[in-house]
Structures are given as C-alpha cells and as structure tokens.
C-alpha cells in the first residue's frame, strides 16, 4: 500500500471515508490487516501529508486509530485527548486537518470501559484531571443516573460522543460550513475494547 498523495486524497467522498474505516477495521477485527511497508511510507510522505480523515479519540492505550481502522503512515490526522473531549485546541486541529490540509471525514471516536467517563460519572476531582473531567459532566448529566453502573457509564460514553460531535458543530464554523457545503461529514464512532469492533452511531 502507497502513502496517500493529494490526487487520492481528492478521490475521497466525505461518505467513502466513512465505508474506508469501516473496511479498515472489518480487516482489523478479522486479523486479516493489509500489507504495508511503512518504512516506503516514511520516505513517501516526507515532502508532505494527505490524510483523509480526522479521528478524535481518547488517550486509552487500547484504542490506537491507526491500528483499530487499519491505515497506514499518512492515512489519518490522529487527535487523542482523555475522554475525546472538544477544546478551542482539539477543534484548531480538526480545522486545520479538514480546512488546511484536505480531509474529508470528522470521527469522534469514544469506547467502551473508558476511565475517564467512569470518572466523571464517579465525580472524581485530582489536580488538571478535574477541569478535564468537567467537559464530560455534560454527558452525565444527560443520563442523569442515580447509581453509577457499568449501563450507565456506556450510556454515558455514547451521549459524550454525541455532545462532542455537537460542540464540534456549534463552536467552528469553519467545520460547520464545510459540513454543510458536502466537503466533510462530522460522525460519531465508539470502539469496543472487548471485540475491536467499530460501531458507527
């Protein structure tokens, strides 16, 4: 598999890239991944870089994007932050993944088991974490769960996906026109750390 060039890169439909992770990661849970030799892949994007999506997951060392859709050197701009939380940080990255640099695709990639929701729905406060975890507490007041469960903390992972692809849309207007005008799409995913599986909401 070659790196991505700008011609391949404008092949790419919003909603392609969408069926290409989805592809990607049917390869990755059946452990039937592509062959690529990463090393030409350095060499062939060291004069540039033509990712087509922006994947925006947590930091959890289980869920490397790269691998769970499996892409290559070059393939995906890879935003990770605890909980796949939106700051004016994250979505200058996203911006300039999509406006500057050509990607076609916006995942917010959640998970499953994921501590820092488990967190935030535990009202955990310790140090920076807390200021962190108050960008969560949105989704869980959303769910609004009297007992904190193992059902309410992945109720509450999905809803923090969710309110992340809304914050996304409601705090850049650079994404939100480009959405609007065809040129990206802005999705949800969750990741199962238990199956490798991708689900897309």
């Given at each position: 598999?070659?790196?991505?060039?700008?011609?391949?890169?404008?092949?790419?439909?919003?909603?392609?890239?969408?069926?290409?992770?989805?592809?990607?990661?049917?390869?990755?849970?059946?452990?039937?991944?592509?062959?690529?030799d990463l090393n030409n892949q350095v060499s062939d994007t060291s004069g540039g870089q033509?990712?087509?999506?922006?994947?925006?997951?947590?930091?959890?060392?289980?869920?490397?994007?790269?691998?769970?859709?499996?892409?290559?050197?070059?393939?995906?701009?890879?935003?990770?932050?605890?909980?796949?939380?939106?700051?004016?940080?994250?979505?200058?990255?996203?911006?300039?993944?999509?406006?500057?640099?050509?990607?076609?695709?916006?995942?917010?990639?959640?998970?499953?088991?994921?501590?820092?929701?488990?967190?935030?729905?535990?009202?955990?406060?310790?140090?920076?974490?807390?200021?962190?975890?108050?960008?969560?507490?949105?989704?869980?007041?959303?769910?609004?769960?009297?007992?904190?469960?193992?059902?309410?903390?992945?109720?509450?992972?999905?809803?923090?996906?969710?309110?992340s692809v809304e914050q996304i849309k409601a705090e850049s207007t650079i994404l939100a026109?480009?959405?609007?005008?065809?040129?990206?799409?802005?999705?949800g995913a969750s990741y199962d750390v238990a199956t490798g599986k991708v689900t897309f909401?």
């Amino acid at each position: 598999m070659k790196a991505q060039t700008k011609e391949t890169q404008q092949l790419f439909t919003p909603e392609s890239v969408i069926e290409t992770l989805k592809t990607g990661n049917e390869r990755f849970v059946a452990n039937n991944k592509l062959n690529r030799d990463l090393n030409n892949q350095v060499s062939d994007t060291s004069g540039g870089q033509f990712p087509f999506a922006v994947v925006l997951s947590c930091i959890d060392s289980r869920v490397p994007a790269e691998i769970i859709f499996d892409q290559g050197i070059g393939d995906i701009f890879s935003v990770r932050v605890a909980g796949n939380v939106v700051n004016e940080d994250v979505l200058g990255s996203i911006e300039y993944g999509c406006k500057v640099a050509g990607s076609k695709s916006v995942v917010v990639l959640g998970h499953t088991k994921c501590g820092a929701v488990t967190a935030a729905c535990k009202h955990v406060e310790l140090g920076n974490i807390t200021a962190l975890l108050s960008k969560i507490q949105p989704a869980v007041s959303k769910v609004n769960k009297q007992e904190v469960t193992a059902e309410s903390i992945e109720e509450t992972a999905i809803t923090n996906v969710e309110l992340s692809v809304e914050q996304i849309k409601a705090e850049s207007t650079i994404l939100a026109e480009m959405e609007k005008n065809g040129e990206i799409n802005i999705v949800g995913a969750s990741y199962d750390v238990a199956t490798g599986k991708v689900t897309f909401i």
